[in-house]
């Protein structure tokens, strides 16, 4: 059993989705393979009790809003993310940007916040894409 209830507003989600909403989107990027309204539901039921049609509701919710395509499975749908985790991140990291009145100090202050590892990272990171630059 997790330490923490994944289900708590807060403590798992991700912005830009509601609270439910993020924890079902977490749960399917962890699963990774498209997944019913029922897979969802019972996972949900070891947290809290919750109706079969509130999950139905959101996971229909998420795909009219893009972020899950779904195919059908005789009677019910199969569900899965649009988009992996880390481009969903990528897109939030860069509409806060957007939102920045200058990118470049709101980028420096949050570099400043990284620890050492993720500095490091972002510097591989950064010599790759000059890499994959001078090759095209």
């Known amino acids: 059993m997790p330490t923490c209830d994944p289900t708590v507003p807060g403590e798992d989600g991700m912005r830009g989705f509601g609270d439910l909403e993020a924890v079902i989107m977490d749960r399917l990027w962890s699963w990774n393979r498209p997944v019913t309204v029922r897979d969802v539901l019972e996972d949900l039921r070891a947290y809290r009790d919750i109706a079969y049609t509130t999950v139905m509701t ?14 059908k499975d005789g009677r019910a749908w199969r569900y899965q993310p ?7 991140a990528a897109d939030l990291l860069s509409s806060v ?11 420096m202050r ?10 490091d990272a972002l510097r591989r990171a950064l010599a790759e894409r000059q890499g994959r630059r001078r090759r095209t």
């Open 58 to 71: 959101v996971m229909d919710n998420l795909h009219r809003k893009g972020a899950l395509t779904r195919e």
């Open 82 to 88: 649009v988009r992996s985790r880390d481009e969903y």
């Open 110 to 119: 949050f570099v400043g916040g990284m620890r050492p590892s993720e500095v």
């Open 97 to 107: 940007l957007d939102e920045a009145g200058d990118r470049g100090a709101a980028l």
